[in-house]
T-cell receptor, first 116, second 111 residues
């Protein structure tokens, strides 16, 4: 029962470096999400993908890009990392993009990213 | 802008005590959810409430959705050390496409 798998679990970058956070789900879910979690700020939505082939910006998309590679995989890319992007990143998935209908989100265990 | 405000931010209690945490907004939500997050892990859904005035029970946890669907509460009876964690409320964004989260209540239960 893998659920939502995120890699890597920890990463340290220097300012200006790039990297891609990987996320894969094995539950045949249609919708996937990337959130960041900062102390005292809660979870904030970066990007989401309602279905394969579509992506949309969330609350804090600046400095990030995403790719919905297929139904299973949704990656988050930092092109030029900045210290303000130091955070814990969570990928999540749901059966469908119906948050208004009370869709349950399944979360991965997170990637802790430090940008020096 | 939709906001979910949670209180208190931190709560430290002894095992056996009762507690209530709150999630409030000035916006009406079609549903609200409660998640619990343990250190090093992602949030896990506890409950979804969809009807104004609804009360749901999950063992020692009681969840209530306000009549006007602008607020919710989580009451824990006889807290145990295993209840320790971060409790997050969440509701759909205005487009209904993703969830927005409150900042959470960190609960510490000591024996």
């Amino acid at each position: 029962n893998a659920g939502v798998t995120q890699t890597p679990k920890f990463q340290v970058l220097k300012t200006g470096q790039s990297m891609t956070l990987q996320c894969a789900q094995d539950m045949n879910h249609n919708s996937m999400y990337w959130y960041r979690q900062d102390p005292g700020m809660g979870l904030r939505l970066i990007y989401y993908s309602a279905s394969e082939g579509t992506t949309d910006k969330g609350e804090v998309p600046n400095g990030y890009n995403v790719s919905r590679l297929n139904k299973r995989e949704f990656s988050l890319r930092l092109e030029s990392a900045a210290p303000s992007q130091t955070s814990v990143y969570f990928c999540a998935s749901s059966v469908r993009a119906g948050a208004a209908l009370g869709e349950k989100l399944f979360f991965g265990s997170g990637t802790q990213l430090s940008v020096l | 802008t939709q906001l979910l405000e949670q209180s208190p931010q931190f709560l430290s209690i002894q095992e056996g005590e009762n507690l209530t945490v709150y999630c409030n907004s000035s916006s009406v939500f079609s549903s609200l959810q409660w998640y619990r997050q343990e250190p090093g892990e992602g949030p896990v859904l506890l409950v979804t409430v969809v009807t104004g005035g609804e009360v749901k029970k999950l063992k020692r946890l009681t969840f209530q959705f306000g009549d006007a669907r602008k607020d919710s509460s989580l009451h824990i009876t006889a807290a145990q050390t295993g209840d320790t964690g971060l409790y997050l409320c969440a509701g759909p964004n205005q487009a209904g496409t993703a969830l927005i989260f409150g900042k959470g209540t960190t609960l510490s239960v000591s024996s």
